[in-house]
C-alpha cells in the first residue's frame, strides 16, 4: 500500500518513525511540545490560508483607495484587515492587467507569502516548477497548468529571493459588476494568487 | 556554494505535479517537522539564513528525492547535534523503537510559554529590513550587472542570474545579508534591490520565451552599475 509521503528513498513510516525518535528528544529537552505542534497545525489548517488572500484581493477590486494602499504597501494595507505575520513581514503585490501577467516562485528555497496564502502545495516546493517557471513559464502556464498566456501579454514572473514576499492581485472578472466583496472572495483561487491559475466563474462560484 | 538547490532553469525535471485539494498537511509527521522549525528558532538552533544553509548541504540526490519537510527534519538534526542537544546514536535507537512500535506515545510536558510564542511570532512575524547609516549605492532605473563569481557557503545569488545585467526597479532599505548571516556571520545589513531581466539576458535570444521578464531581489555587493546601454 502507498501512502502520501512515500519517496523513493523512505516508506512514510520510516519517515514517520525518526520524525517521531527527534520530536521525542526535543520535546525532552524542552525545545519542543506536542501542544505547540498541534497548536501550528490547527493555524494553518483552519485559520491561515487562501481565503484571507481572497478577502484582500476582493477588497481590492471594490475600493479603489484600498487597492492603491494594496500596491504602495501590501503589508500595512493587508495590516487594516488583521491579516499579516510570519512569511509576510513586507509584502508585495503585483497587478495583473490587460497587458500583464504576474506568477511568483521560489528558486533557491520555497518562500511563499504564508498569512494570506496560507503554507504552499507541494507543487510549489517540488524542483520542477522551482526550475521551469523562470526559464519557460509560457509552457508551464499552457501545458502544466492548462492556462495560456497570449503571446501579447507581457509575462512578468517573481522570484522571492529576499524576505520580500511576491503576490498577484488577479483582475476582476467580466460580469461581476453586481457582486459585494463576500461573493467576490469566493471567486478567488489560491492559483490566481500565485498566477498560475484563472479567477473561477462567477456562474460556477461556490 | 554551487548546489542542486539552485534550481532557476535546471533542464530535465520532468512536468509539475499538481494535486487537487491536497491537505494542509499530508501525514501527522509533517505537523512535527513544520513545527521544528519555529520551535527550534526560539530554542536559539538558527536564524532562517542558517536554516536554509543547512537545507543546501544536504545530500543532493536526498535534497531531490526526498518531501520538502524531510529537508526540515534534516535542519533539526543538523543543529540539534552541533548545539549537543541531539545525540545521533540515541535519535537511532529511537528511530528504531518507533518503527518496531509506531503507536508508542511520545513524552509529555507543557509549555505555555512556547504555546504563547507559537501564536506570537505567527501573527508579528520576524521582519529583516534593518535600519542602516550606509549610502545606498544605486537607484531605481541604474543598469546593473550580477556579479559572476561562484562563492563558497551560504548566497542568495542564485547562477542563472549571475553575470546578468538588468534594471533596478525598487530599492528596499537594508536587509539582513544572507551571505553573512547564512555562514555563522553577524547580521551586516545591506541594501536591497530588485532587479528585472530580460529573458533574452538571462537564457539567450534563441531560447528565450517573447514577451517574458524575471524580477529578483539582490543585495548591493553582489551588484556593479553597468555601462549604459548603447
Not at chain 1, 513559464?137 to 522571492?160: C, M, N, Q, T
Not at chain 2, 536554509?52 to 536526498?62: A, L, N, V
Not at chain 2, 508508542?104 to 521582519?127: I, K, T
Not at chain 2, 541604474?142 to 534594471?167: F, K, N
Amino acid at each position: 500500500m502507498t501512502e502520501p509521503t512515500d519517496t523513493k528513498l523512505r516508506t512514510q513510516a520510516e519517515i514517520a518513525a525518526r520524525v517521531k525518535a527527534l520530536e521525542s528528544m526535543l520535546i525532552e529537552k524542552g525545545v519542543m511540545t506536542t501542544d505547540a505542534i498541534d497548536r501550528l497545525a490547527e493555524i494553518y489548517e483552519n485559520e491561515v490560508g487562501p481565503q484571507l488572500g481572497a478577502k484582500v484581493v476582493a477588497r481590492a477590486w471594490t475600493d479603489p483607495e484600498f487597492k492603491q494602499r494594496l500596491i504602495a504597501d501590501a503589508s500595512a494595507a493587508c495590516a487594516e484587515m488583521d491579516i499579516g505575520g510570519l512569511q509576510g513581514e513586507e509584502m508585495v503585490v503585483v497587478e495583473n492587467t490587460d497587458t500583464v501577467h504576474n506568477a511568483i516562485v521560489c528558486t533557491l528555497c520555497s518562500c511563499y507569502p504564508w498569512p494570506v496564502l496560507g503554507l504552499p502545495p507541494n507543487w510549489y516546493k517540488a524542483p520542477a516548477y522551482r526550475a521551469r517557471i523562470v526559464r519557460e513559464p509560457r509552457k508551464v502556464l499552457a501545458e502544466d497548468f492548462g492556462f495560456p498566456i497570449p503571446d501579447s501579454v507581457e509575462i512578468r514572473i517573481w522570484d522571492s529571493s529576499s524576505e520580500l514576499r511576491y503576490w498577484v492581485l488577479p483582475q476582476r472578472p467580466a460580469g461581476t459588476e453586481d457582486l459585494g466583496a463576500f461573493e467576490l472572495a469566493a471567486l478567488v483561487t489560491r492559483d490566481s494568487m500565485i498566477g498560475v491559475g484563472p479567477v473561477a466563474t462567477p456562474g460556477a462560484a461556490r | 556554494m554551487n548546489g542542486v538547490f539552485d534550481l532557476g532553469g535546471t533542464d530535465g525535471l520532468g512536468p509539475v505535479v499538481t494535486q487537487e485539494n491536497e491537505p494542509v498537511f499530508r501525514a501527522e509527521w509533517e505537523k512535527a517537522a513544520f513545527a521544528m522549525f519555529s520551535n527550534c528558532f526560539r530554542a536559539g538552533f538558527f536564524g532562517v539564513d542558517s536554516f536554509r544553509h543547512s537545507i543546501e548541504k544536504m545530500d543532493p540526490g536526498e535534497y531531490l528525492l526526498s518531501n520538502y519537510y524531510e529537508h526540515w527534519v534534516h535542519v533539526a538534526e543538523d543543529f540539534g547535534a552541533q548545539k549537543g542537544v541531539i545525540d545521533l546514536e540515541e535519535l537511532e535507537r529511537r528511530t528504531q523503537h518507533y518503527l518496531e512500535n509506531p503507536e508508542a506515545p511520545l513524552p509529555q510536558r507543557e509549555d505555555p510559554e512556547l504555546l504563547a510564542f507559537v501564536d506570537a511570532v505567527v501573527r508579528s512575524g520576524a521582519p529583516a529590513n534593518r535600519p542602516t547609516d550606509k549610502i545606498a549605492q544605486f537607484k531605481v532605473g541604474d543598469r546593473v550587472t550580477v556579479l559572476a563569481d561562484s562563492p563558497r557557503g551560504h548566497t542568495r545569488r542564485a547562477r542563472y542570474v549571475r553575470g546578468r545585467t538588468g534594471e533596478i526597479t525598487g530599492a528596499h532599505g537594508a536587509a539582513i545579508y544572507p551571505d553573512s548571516a547564512g555562514n555563522g556571520g553577524p547580521e551586516a545589513p545591506e541594501h536591497l534591490y530588485t532587479v528585472r531581466f530580460t529573458a533574452e539576458e538571462l537564457w539567450g535570444p534563441e531560447v528565450a520565451e517573447p514577451n517574458t521578464v524575471t524580477y529578483f531581489d539582490l543585495w548591493e555587493p553582489y551588484l556593479s552599475l553597468a555601462p549604459t546601454r548603447p
